[in-house]
């Protein structure tokens, strides 16, 4: 199949309203205790982190004739402020049923992540793609180590798709999984505090850390040295200096989702060639 065929397959089905139905899907069956928790838990989460941000989306892009990307930066505003309404709806049906309060905070987590990708979106078009799929794969680290970090090999992969597609900038994709990463570990945490909610076994803070850099920092050095100058003896050096890093200092399984992270962006930019920066990279001399 085509690769920018594959790209587009990719980019719609990581729209975030659809990927979230899987994340959080395995997210919801985590913390239920029973099928019944679990239905109630799997309604809130696909209404309201699903269903209506996707109906406002394609209202929203049939009413301006496009794509349901909204590729338009500006046009991008009114879908998000409804999405943050609909996040902090669900947040506050949590909070008053009292239901999962790993559910209520994450929901709290993406009205509060959207708002901060909406004031970026001002000024620059940040990848709500790869912002939505870090969110739910944060959580899913927190809830179940490095099973959840598994997801974060989507990352270059969604990084591939979006660039090839011209959707956006390699650094508006990669810097929309990072902040989305590191915002939605740490503001669970801080809502935990903040709010006195317990949430039960989660991993620590600093081990959600690690895997968090092991699923970012190959396609952080492959972006820096696209911009940089392509050097594939620059990157093999930063690679090694980062894989001996991760060996030595970090968890084992920690160290197994940085390998599995690196070979899958290696092997993506091989199989696109030419038409994505990376492979310049990893060619050049």
């Keep these: 199949m085509d690769k920018f ?3 587009k397959i990719i980019s719609t089905l990581t729209n975030p309203p659809i990927i979230c139905i899987p994340l959080f899907f395995i997210i919801c069956l985590c913390i239920s205790e029973n099928i019944g928790e679990f ?3 799997e309604v809130i989460s696909l209404i309201f982190a699903s269903i209506l941000p996707m109906v406002i989306i394609l209202f929203w892009a049939k009413r301006l004739g496009t794509d349901t990307d909204i590729s338009n930066r500006t046009d991008r505003f009114i879908p998000m402020i409804i999405g943050i309404i609909s996040y902090f709806i669900g947040f506050l049906i949590c909070l008053l049923l009292k239901l999962d309060n790993f559910l209520t905070i994450l929901l709290l987590c993406y009205a509060l992540n ?3 990708v909406l004031i970026i979106t001002t ?3 940040i990848s709500v793609h790869t912002t939505g799929l870090s969110g739910p794969v944060g959580a899913l680290i927190l809830l179940i180590g490095p099973f959840g970090a ?3 090999i989507l990352y270059p992969v969604l990084i591939f798709s979006r660039v090839l597609l011209n959707k956006h900038t390699l650094a508006q994709a990669i810097c929309g999984a ?3 990463f590191f915002l939605t570990v740490i503001e669970i945490y801080l809502f935990v505090d903040i709010l006195h909610i317990p949430l039960g076994n989660l991993i620590s803070l600093d081990y959600a850390i690690f895997y968090i850099l092991a699923i970012i920092v190959t396609p952080i050095i492959l972006g820096f040295l696209s911009y940089l100058k392509p050097s594939g003896k620059l990157f093999a050096l930063f690679e090694i200096i980062a894989f001996i890093i991760f060996l030595l200092l970090m968890p084992f399984d920690v160290f197994i989702i940085f390998t599995l992270i690196s070979l899958t962006s290696i092997l993506i930019s091989l199989y696109v060639g030419d038409d994505f920066i990376w492979y310049k990279v990893l060619t050049s001399p």
């Design 5 to 7: 065929k594959i790209a």
């Design 39 to 41: 239905i109630v838990l």
């Design 114 to 116: 959207t708002g901060i």
């Design 123 to 125: 000024k620059w078009k």
């Design 150 to 152: 598994l997801f974060g």
């Design 178 to 180: 990072v902040q989305g």
